[in-house]
C-alpha cells in the first residue's frame, strides 16, 4: 500500500526510502506485487463459525513448533536401557530408549513437559477443531459446488491426523500406546491369506520387534505431516480461489462476499487470533496432565492395563471391537477372526460415509450450480438429519470405546452398555435421522408463521369484548430477507410412464432410485413450502392476524 | 525303710504312689513348661474366640450359617483366615447388607479394631488360614517401589488401572480404587483375593513383592504423589483427556472465536 501511494507524490530526488527499494527488489525477482495486489483486498465474511479452520491450522502451527523441539530430544530407538533419571518409581527399570528419552524430555529438559503436553492438546484440539469446522461446513452445506474437492481435501486432513496422531501417541512406546500398537496389530493379523505377512512387514518380525519406533518416527514427523502441510495449503489456496461462501442476508448474493478485506483487517485479526489459540492451549498444557507417560510406564508385551484407550479421534475403533462379539470361523486349520475383520472393514467405512455424501445429494438434486450462499441446516432436512445420524452413530461407537468408564462411573454393567451399543449402533441413527428430520420441518414451519404473522411479542392484549390475543410483531425488511433467502428444490419427475406411441418406457434403476431419493428429499412432506409473496400479502394486507 | 514295704501290700498303697506320680509329672510340668504365660494366652486366646463367636452370631451367621460352614447367602469361612476377616470387616465390606448386589461394596466400618481381631480369632480356629500380617510385613518403609511398579503392572493393572483407579469387571462388577486404601489392606487383600480378586498368596508374591506393590501406590497414588503435569484429570488416560480437550480445549477456542468474530472494524462511512 506504501507503493501505490508513495507514486501519486511527487517525484523525490536521491534514493527511494529503504522499505522501497527491498519491496522493489523483492518484487523484481519473486513478482510479489500483482500477487498481493490481487489478493490483499480479498474479501473475508465475519463469522465465528468461519473461524473454526483457523483454529486448526493454527494448532497445527503449534503442533509442528512444538514437535521440532521434541525431535532436539527424543531418540527414536527401541534399545533396551535402564533408568536412572529423576523419576523415582522407574528407577532401575528397563526400558525402551524411546521412553528414557520421552521421561528425559519430561522432567530434566527445560521446559520439556509444558513443550510435551502442548503438543499433545494441540494435537487433540486440533482433531477436534477439524470435526467441529467438518461439521459446520456439512451443515450449512458449504461443500456443493465448487468445493467439492475441497470437502475431500478437508476430509483427507482430517483422516491423516488421525494417523499422524495415532503414530505419535504410541511413539513414547509406554504400556498406553503399547497396547494400542498391539491392538492395531491384531487388526493387520485378522486380514486373510496376508495379515501375518503385512504385520512382520510393519514390524520387522514378530511384534513387537526393534524397529516400530523408528518407523513410526518418520510417518510421524516426516511423511504425514509433509502430506498435512501439502494438503493445508491446496485447502487454503482453494479457499483464496473459490471465495468465502456467507450466510444469506440482505446485499449477500450468489456473487458477491460481503465482510472485511484481507489486509488490513483480517490479517490483524487472524494473526491476533493466532495468539489467542496458543494461549488457550498452552493454558490448557499448563494446567492439565497429559499422558503421564512416567505412571504408565514402559511397555512390555506380557503387561496390560485396564483403561487403555487410544486417544479420543481413534476412540470409535476401539468401540468397534469392543462391541463386536467374537466370532471367528475354523477351517482346514486357518482362522478367520471376525470379531476384528469385521470392525477392521466397518472402520473405513463410517469415515466414508460422510465423506462421499456431498457427491450423493449433488447426484439426487443434480444442481450442477455454484453455490456461495451457505444453507441454514433447517432448511436442508433430509442433509442434517443424515448429518445427525452420522454424528450419532459415531458417538455411540465412542460410548463403546470407553464403555468400562461409563460402567465404573456411572454404575452400569459393562456388558448393558455392550449390549446398548450393539443395538444402538443399528437404531440411533436412524432414530437420530427421524427426529432431526422432524425438528427441521418444525422449524421451517416456525419461519413460515414468523414470516406470514411476525414475531411472538409476549404482550396479551384484552379486546373490548373480553378476548385475549398476543400481539405478533412484524419482522423487519432484512429479517425476512434471511428466513427466505433458501430456495426449494422440487423434487425429480421421472416423466411419464408410457410414451407418445402408449409403450411402456423403460426407466432404468438407478433413475428410478433417484427420483424416489429425490421424493425423500424435497416431497410433499419432506419440506415445508415456503411463504409467497401473495400469502404475504393477503396476511399483512389487513385483516387481522390469525 | 522296713515300715514302707511293710505296707507295700496295703490297700491303699497303689492310690499313694498314684498321687506321687501324679504329684510328680504336675511337678515336672510346672517346673519346665512356661506354664504362666501359657495359661494366661490361652484364656485370653479362648476369651478372644467366645467373644468372636458372639460377633459372629450377630452379624455374620444370618449369611455364613453357625459355625461358619456357610449358606446359601454367604460362602464358608473355614479356613479364609484372620487376613480376611481383617479385610473385609476393617473395610466395611462385611458384614453386608444384601447378597444380591453385583459386589459388595466398601463402607463404614461399624466394628472397632478389638472386635475385629475377635472376629478374626474366632473365624481363625475354625481351621487355619492366613494370618493378619505385622507392620513389618506391609509397611512400604524401605521397599522397592520400582520393583513394585513392575510388578503391579504385571499382576494388577490389568484390572486396577496403571496407578490403582480402578476399572470396571463383568456384570456391573468392578476393581476398586486403591487411592487411601490402608496398606494393610492391600496387603490382606493380595493374600487373601476378596470377592473377585485372585490371590497371590506367598508363593507367588514374597511379603517382599506385596511390600514393594505397596511402596508403588504410595509413590504414583498416595497422599503425597505430584502430578508434574497439572491436573491429574482422574488418572482414566485418553477417555478424560479427550472431553477435557473438547469441552475446556476446543470449548474455549469457539468461545474466543465467536468473541473475535464479534468485533468486526466498523466500515468507514464515505
Redo the contacts between chains.
Keep these: 500500500m506504501s507503493t501505490a501511494s508513495a507514486s501519486n507524490e511527487p517525484r523525490r530526488r536521491g534514493k527511494a526510502p529503504a522499505g522501497e527499494r527491498v519491496a522493489d527488489w523483492a518484487d523484481g525477482r519473486l513478482g510479489i506485487y500483482s500477487l498481493a495486489k490481487a489478493n490483499m483486498r480479498k474479501i473475508f465474511p465475519d463469522h465465528w463459525s468461519f473461524m473454526l479452520g483457523e483454529v486448526c491450522m493454527y494448532s497445527f502451527i503449534i503442533i509442528i513448533l512444538t514437535g521440532v523441539y521434541l525431535t532436539l530430544f527424543f531418540h527414536p530407538s527401541m534399545n533396551e536401557v535402564q533408568y536412572h533419571g529423576s523419576y523415582v518409581p522407574l528407577q532401575g527399570q528397563m526400558m525402551s530408549e524411546a521412553f528414557n528419552s520421552t521421561l528425559h524430555i519430561s522432567f530434566e529438559v527445560r521446559g520439556g513437559l509444558l513443550i510435551r503436553q502442548i503438543h499433545h492438546w494441540a494435537a487433540l484440539i486440533f482433531l477436534a477443531g477439524m470435526f467441529v469446522h467438518m461439521m459446520r461446513v456439512f451443515f450449512t452445506g458449504a461443500f456443493r459446488k465448487p468445493r467439492e474437492v475441497n470437502w475431500l481435501f478437508g476430509f483427507l486432513l482430517f483422516v491423516l491426523g488421525m494417523f499422524t496422531g495415532f503414530t505419535g501417541y504410541s511413539l513414547p512406546d509406554d504400556l498406553l500406546s503399547g497396547t494400542g500398537v498391539r491392538f492395531m496389530e491384531g487388526a493387520i493379523l485378522s486380514v486373510p491369506i496376508v495379515g501375518t505377512y503385512l504385520s512382520f512387514f510393519l514390524f520387522g518380525g514378530e511384534f513387537p520387534g526393534g524397529d516400530f519406533v523408528a518407523r513410526f518416527y518418520s510417518i510421524h514427523i516426516l511423511l504425514l505431516p509433509g502430506i498435512m502441510l501439502g494438503l493445508m495449503v491446496a485447502h487454503l489456496i482453494l479457499v483464496f480461489y473459490h471465495k468465502h461462501t456467507q450466510y444469506a442476508g440482505p446485499g449477500k448474493t450468489n456473487n458477491n462476499v460481503v465482510g472485511m478485506p484481507l489486509l488490513p483487517v483480517y490479517m490483524a485479526k487472524a494473526g491476533g487470533f493466532f495468539f489467542l489459540v496458543f494461549g488457550v492451549i498452552a493454558v490448557v498444557a499448563a494446567i492439565a496432565q497429559i499422558n503421564p507417560i512416567w505412571a504408565i510406564g514402559p511397555y512390555r508385551p506380557d503387561q496390560v492395563s485396564t483403561g487403555a484407550q487410544p486417544d479420543w479421534y481413534m476412540g470409535f475403533s476401539e468401540g468397534l471391537i469392543r462391541v463386536m462379539p467374537g466370532w471367528e470361523i475354523n477351517f482346514w486349520g486357518h482362522t478367520l477372526v471376525l470379531g476384528v475383520f469385521i470392525p477392521l472393514m466397518i472402520f473405513p467405512l463410517v469415515l466414508v460415509a460422510i465423506a462421499v455424501y456431498p457427491f450423493i445429494e449433488s447426484w439426487v438434486t443434480g444442481d450442477k450450480r455454484e453455490h456461495h450462499i451457505l444453507d441454514r441446516p433447517r432448511n436442508a432436512p433430509t442433509r442434517t438429519a443424515f448429518g445427525v445420524a452420522w454424528m450419532t452413530w459415531y458417538f455411540v461407537l465412542l460410548i463403546g470405546g470407553g464403555n468400562d468408564l461409563f460402567a465404573t462411573h456411572f454404575s452400569l454393567s459393562i456388558n448393558a452398555i455392550t449390549w446398548f451399543v450393539r443395538i444402538a449402533f443399528f437404531v440411533a441413527p436412524v432414530l437420530a435421522f427421524i427426529i432431526t428430520k422432524r425438528i427441521c420441518l418444525g422449524l421451517q414451519r416456525r419461519d413460515k408463521e414468523k414470516v406470514l404473522h411476525g414475531r411472538e411479542s409476549g404482550i396479551i392484549k384484552r379486546l373490548p369484548h373480553g378476548e385475549f390475543i398476543e400481539v405478533h410483531e412484524p419482522l423487519s425488511q432484512e429479517q425476512l430477507h434471511t428466513l427466505t433467502a433458501h430456495e426449494q428444490y422440487s423434487p425429480l419427475e421421472l416423466g411419464p410412464t408410457v410414451d407418445e406411441n402408449g409403450v411402456e418406457r423403460k426407466i432404468k434403476a438407478p433413475q428410478k432410485l433417484r427420483a424416489k431419493l429425490s421424493k425423500a428429499y424435497y416431497g410433499e412432506h419432506n419440506q415445508v413450502p415456503k411463504p409467497t409473496v401473495e400469502e404475504y400479502k393477503e396476511i399483512t394486507s389487513g385483516h387481522g392476524h390469525h | 525303710m522296713k515300715k514302707l514295704s511293710e505296707r507295700r501290700r496295703h490297700p491303699l498303697a497303689a492310690i499313694v504312689v498314684l498321687l506321687f506320680a501324679l504329684a510328680a509329672t504336675g511337678g515336672l510340668y510346672t517346673a519346665f513348661a512356661p506354664a504362666d504365660k501359657a495359661q494366661a494366652d490361652s484364656t485370653a486366646q479362648s476369651l478372644a474366640i467366645e467373644e468372636g463367636k458372639k460377633l459372629y452370631e450377630v452379624g455374620c451367621a444370618s449369611c455364613h450359617g453357625t459355625g461358619g460352614k456357610g449358606s446359601s447367602d454367604g460362602p464358608s469361612l473355614v479356613g479364609v483366615g484372620a487376613a480376611a476377616v481383617d479385610f473385609q470387616v476393617g473395610t466395611g465390606r462385611m458384614p453386608a447388607s444384601t447378597s444380591q448386589q453385583?459386589q459388595v461394596e466398601k463402607k463404614k466400618n461399624i466394628y472397632s479394631q478389638a472386635q475385629i481381631d475377635q472376629l478374626a480369632a474366632y473365624i481363625a480356629s475354625l481351621g487355619a488360614g492366613p494370618a493378619k500380617p505385622t507392620k513389618d510385613e506391609y509397611s512400604p518403609e524401605g521397599a522397592d517401589?520400582?520393583?513394585?511398579?513392575?510388578l503391579f503392572?504385571?499382576n494388577c493393572?490389568?484390572?486396577?488401572?496403571?496407578?490403582g483407579?480402578?476399572?470396571?469387571?463383568?456384570?456391573?462388577k468392578?476393581?476398586p480404587s486403591l487411592e487411601g486404601v490402608d496398606p494393610k489392606h492391600i496387603y490382606e487383600a493380595m493374600q487373601t483375593g476378596p470377592q473377585n480378586m485372585p490371590s497371590f498368596p506367598d508363593t507367588t508374591l514374597t511379603s517382599q513383592n506385596k511390600q514393594d506393590i505397596i511402596a508403588?501406590l504410595k509413590?504414583?497414588d498416595g497422599d503425597e504423589t505430584t502430578?508434574?503435569?497439572?491436573?491429574?484429570?482422574g488418572?482414566?488416560?485418553?477417555?478424560?483427556?479427550?472431553?477435557?480437550?473438547?469441552i475446556?480445549?476446543?470449548g474455549?477456542?469457539?468461545a474466543?472465536?465467536?468473541w473475535?468474530?464479534?468485533?468486526?472494524?466498523k466500515a468507514k462511512k464515505s
Excluded: M
Design positions: 453385583a517401589a520400582a520393583k513394585g511398579g513392575e503392572r504385571t493393572s490389568q484390572c486396577h488401572n496403571f496407578t483407579k480402578g476399572g470396571a469387571l463383568t456384570d456391573g468392578f476393581a508403588y509413590a504414583v502430578n508434574p503435569g497439572g491436573l491429574e484429570l488418572g482414566l488416560g485418553p477417555v478424560s483427556e479427550g472431553l477435557f480437550a473438547w475446556f480445549g476446543l474455549a477456542l469457539i474466543v472465536a465467536v473475535v468474530a464479534a468485533r468486526t472494524a
